[in-house]
């Protein structure tokens, strides 16, 4: 497919992100007639991210009404990454995963360069939030280079990026174990058999207590709850740190009340420049998961 010239001409030359929001030629015209995945088909520079959607099968999606925003990474980005690891995810076996970074990539709405200036994050169609910072360089996506923007498309915008941003690929259970301090909580979820629930879509945000939080519950306490005639008690305790949903810091620092999977509430709030849940402070937040969020906290939170 052939774009025109204008459209040819967008794609080749960098629109800057800044208080001006300046247009690129393509957004300049009348309106476009090609969509994302048509116009990143007529660019040379685009040629690695669309044989990833295809392997990816998503150039369909892609296509449709949309609208959608994508933070496009060019073949030099692409580039960035060891030669074996890119080819790994081309292979049929890893659609999966692949499926997973480009969605990571792709915005539900159309968003311009003006409103990703005025924004801190975004929530992608993989699940995941990507988070934007702007300083005297420019404008970052999760560390990655806008270097291009406001390429109009008919379904939506490309925004053009100069390395590829890779999202979490660990569930909640599987980042706790690999953190190396949850160590007890672990044992505690294999012990009230939730470690399946919790390695499921959910998804699911967890107040997870350290160690250290288990450490000042009284001395026997938490043998005791690992005993097998305890299990229920110790399922309630932990579904009592479960919410449904992804519930992000900003939410929990404005003071709300979450109904947890054990049944009743938990409240929020703020302790001077502490932010509290219950009688346990947030210690780490926003902590991204495939199936959700992860809020560090330094008590055990019990149940009534």
Known sequence: MLLSSALISALLVSTPIDGSCSASLA???APAEKSIVETALGAESFSTLVAALKA???VEALQGEGPFTVFAP???AFAKLP???????LEPENKGLLTSILTYHVLPANVP????LRSKNAMTLNGQRIHFATTDGGVT???ASVIQTDIACSNGTIHVIDSIILPSTLNIV???VEAGSFKTLAAALGAAQLVEALQGDGPFTVF????EAFAKLPKGTVESLLEPENREKLAAILTYHVVPGRIYSEAVAAGREFKTLQGQTVKSHMDGKRVMVGKSQVVKADIETTNGVIHVIDSVLLPE
């Open 56 to 58: 990816a099968d998503l």
């Open 74 to 76: 060019t073949n030099e």
């Open 174 to 176: 599987e980042t706790a």
């Open 83 to 89: 030669a074996e690891q890119l080819a790994n995810l």
């Open 113 to 116: 360069a003006k409103t990703v």
């Open 208 to 211: 997870a207590p350290t160690d």
């Open 141 to 143: 996506v999760q560390g």
């Open 27 to 29: 957004s300049a015209t």
